[in-house]
């Protein structure tokens, strides 16, 4: 039988290359920060810089541009491997591949989920969003950019050398869920409740996410094999 | 008269060529690095230590001696960029796109230092950190201009075209930074201003303005000294190959 | 001469706000002067690139 | 002799154009095969079949002499495929294109130096691959055959942009391979000098 340390091998060669890569390229990180800093400063340019309307809609404009600035890093995650031939070696190795795949959405969130993590705390100040909510916003984050850059990794197989608007429209849909327990978590925690509840509703939701959507990046991507 | 006319214009062309600009940065940079030191830390000894406190906001005004100057200087590099922009469209100077490529994170640089203190500065005098007030958006929306600039640069692999198209933003952002500084004032009016704008500060004493003057002129001198400094850094890696690169850096 | 520099550095209370804003003039500033620096030396180390 | 993969007639079909028909080879453990075909006669078919992205054909292949015809990830056979693209990523350095591939994860940098000399490429150790030439470029591919020991190479066109120098250390690198009991299966344009059975295709029309 295989060794179990054959696949623990395999899973840390992708995270360790795919992360010297991204800190080699500092667009990769770069972009979903200034993306997320721009839609954010379009809210009060749009509707006026009144501290009591701001406030009162902090948590949800951080979180909607949370998820389009997370979804827009994810876009060519597989581009670059499919179009060099790396992403064969991951068939041809006997490893289970959706545990590669696992690796690589877990180096990118690593890589562009903390800038975003980082600039929602910047435009917490921008959109003077309630002091108590900023710990509840930073734990409901990480595990939403989580979710997101497994969705969007799904998004980007599908879509694999198609247009990259398709697979913000197939995937957008998905992240309703995530969407309204990040907020759900935001208001309780502005109005001083316990949000334990909904931390679990979505570490359950990533706990089936992580295996159940990286099988399925996998068939996305043998589609684009035969 | 002319003839000093005629020597600037000679040392514009020079400048033109990277080589003899990569000679003349070498050789003056200590020069310019000494001016800039004297001038930048003359104006802020004398705009901290000593001028007088103001009467409303105390010592906090003190601020007033970095972010005024980094907001002036992050436009006027704006503008800098633009005539590079245009020089590079026009004439196809090759020195030309690489100012523009070497200038931007400086200007980045100082507007993130007028953004910061500008927070700072808000913080004291009204509790919050940050006031969408008109100066600081519009300062906020150059620092997007700029980092528009940088990641495009740096999404291109062939330099010379990188170069294109940045001077082609660079040359629209000159032409769009005062627009949005009319519609920020213009929203700031719409939305009932907040009570105080930041640095409308009230007609300054001189022995508050002298220090201010020093203070812009010492961040200019700065400002050469860094721009000469990351030029050569630039000129050096773009031409690596090049004989004259080989013959003056490398020294073989 | 000390009591003069606790003033400076205190300014009744607002001392602080005054001088982390120098402080982060002088990082970016000398971010931006050190990275050329350090990409020239890169460069000189390498040597250029025939050999 | 022990066959390591035997392919019995073999028929695919490809978008409506029949590229393959009845083919029948063996590729003996420790030896070479060489398919020559030109452009279309599905040469890179053959190995992508072999490797399981393609499954829609008719005929059987066995691996290690089973009678019973199987997949490739199913055996425990060590295979190594190097496609048309070599995966070679610009932005990280030699030495690092040689770490990171699948089969120079865990071997000590020792052994990584000693290989990239043994191919010639010891003198770029450290510097980004985007700055070397695609000759210079192959030569980390090979070195990548030369990290771990396994049972199948399937190689796609291997002497493209190479010179006649880089042929000779495939050959070298080949020979020295099979002593240690690794097979070849190479795709090309044109029979190579390296001792193999040749199998030719022809492109479909002309037949």
Redesign the interface.
């Known amino acids: 039988m295989k060794d179990r340390d054959d696949a623990l091998n395999w899973f840390m060669l992708v995270l360790r290359r795919d992360l010297t890569l991204s800190f080699r390229r500092s667009a990769t990180y770069i972009t979903p920060l200034i993306f997320f800093l721009i839609v954010v400063t379009f809210f009060p340019l749009a509707l006026g810089p009144s501290q009591s309307l701001l406030s009162s809609m902090a948590s949800g404009i951080i979180w909607i541009s949370a998820l389009l600035s997370s979804l827009l890093a994810v876009e060519g995650i597989f581009s670059e491997d499919y179009r060099d031939g790396t992403l064969d070696q991951y068939f041809v190795s006997s490893e289970p591949v959706f545990v590669l795949i696992f690796a690589k959405v877990l180096c990118h969130w690593l890589v562009c989920g903390a800038p975003i993590i980082l600039a929602s705390i910047i435009s917490s100040i921008f959109l003077y969003l309630p002091s108590g909510a900023l710990i509840a916003l930073i734990i409901s984050l990480l595990l939403g950019t989580l979710f997101m850059s497994l969705l969007g990794a799904l998004g980007a197989a599908l879509s694999l050398g198609k247009s990259a608007i398709l697979s913000a429209i197939i995937v957008l849909p998905f992240s309703i869920p995530t969407l309204l327990m990040g907020t759900a978590i935001m208001s309780a925690a502005i109005n001083q409740q316990d949000y334990s509840g909904f931390l679990l509703i979505m570490g359950a939701m990533l706990a089936i996410g992580i295996p159940g959507l990286c099988l399925l990046t996998v068939e996305a991507i043998l589609l684009n094999y035969e | 008269m002319n003839r000093i006319w005629s020597g600037i214009k000679n040392w514009l062309i020079a400048m033109g060529s990277p080589p003899l600009f990569y000679r003349w940065a070498t050789s003056s940079l200590p020069w310019l690095a000494g001016l800039a030191f004297l001038m930048f830390s003359a104006g802020l000894i004398w705009g901290i230590g000593f001028s007088p406190a103001d009467y409303k906001q105390g010592d906090v005004y003190r601020i007033i001696y970095i972010h005024v100057p980094s907001a002036i200087l992050a436009e006027s590099i704006y503008l800098l960029m633009a005539v590079g922009g245009f020089i590079s469209m026009v004439w196809r100077a090759k020195i030309a796109g690489m100012l523009i490529n070497s200038a931007a994170p400086l200007g980045a640089g100082f507007t993130l230092v007028a953004l910061v203190t500008g927070s700072i500065w808000g913080k004291p005098t009204w509790g919050t950190w940050w006031v969408w007030d008109a100066r600081l958006t519009s300062t906020l929306i150059l620092f997007f201009l700029y980092a528009a600039i940088i990641g495009l640069h740096s999404s291109i692999e062939n330099k010379t075209k990188a170069d294109r198209a940045v001077s082609i933003l660079a040359v629209l952002g000159v032409v769009i930074v005062p627009i949005i500084k009319k519609s920020v004032d213009w929203w700031q009016t719409l939305h009932q201003p907040s009570t105080f704008t930041l640095t409308s500060s009230p007609s300054m004493a001189p022995e508050m303005y002298l220090p201010l003057l020093v203070c812009v002129l010492g961040f200019y001198c700065l400002f050469v000294f860094m721009l000469s400094n990351s030029l050569r850094g630039e000129i050096i890696s773009r031409e690596r190959d090049k004989a004259w690169v080989k013959k003056q850096f490398f020294k073989q | 001469m000390l009591d003069s520099l606790q003033i ?1 550095f205190l ?2 209370g ?2 602080p ?2 001088w ?3 402080l ?2 002088i990082i ?2 000398g ?3 050190i ?3 350090i ?2 030396n890169k ?2 180390r ?6 | 002799m022990s066959n390591i993969l035997k392919v019995k007639n073999l028929n695919c079909q490809r978008s409506g154009k029949v590229v393959l028909q009845g083919l029948n080879f063996e590729v003996e453990a420790g030896k070479n095969v060489e398919i020559i075909g030109s452009n279309g006669s599905g040469k890179t078919t053959i190995l992508r079949l072999l490797l399981g992205f393609i499954n829609d054909y008719d005929g059987d292949i066995y691996w290690n002499d089973s009678e019973v015809p199987s997949k490739l990830q199913e055996k425990d056979i060590h295979c190594f495929y190097q496609g048309h693209q070599i995966g070679i990523k610009p932005l990280l350095t030699v030495y690092e294109n040689l770490k990171f591939s699948s089969s120079g994860f865990n071997s000590s940098e020792e052994e990584i130096t000693s290989v990239a000399n043994k191919v010639g490429i010891k003198t770029f150790l450290n510097r980004q691959s985007a700055s070397l030439s695609a000759g210079q470029k192959r030569r980390i591919a090979i070195g990548r055959w030369l990290l771990k020991d396994f049972n199948l190479y399937l190689i796609d066109e291997p002497f493209t942009t190479l010179d006649d120098e880089g042929v000779e250390l495939i050959k070298g690198v080949v020979t020295e391979l099979n002593n240690r009991g690794a097979s070849f299966l190479i795709t090309g344009h044109r029979p190579s000098e390296l001792n193999s059975k040749k199998i030719y295709l022809e492109v479909e029309n002309e037949r």
């Open positions: 400076l300014m009744d607002n001392g706000y005054v982390s804003c120098l982060i003039l970016v500033t971010v931006n002067i990275i050329p620096i990409r020239l460069i000189s390498e040597g250029n690139l025939e050999e």
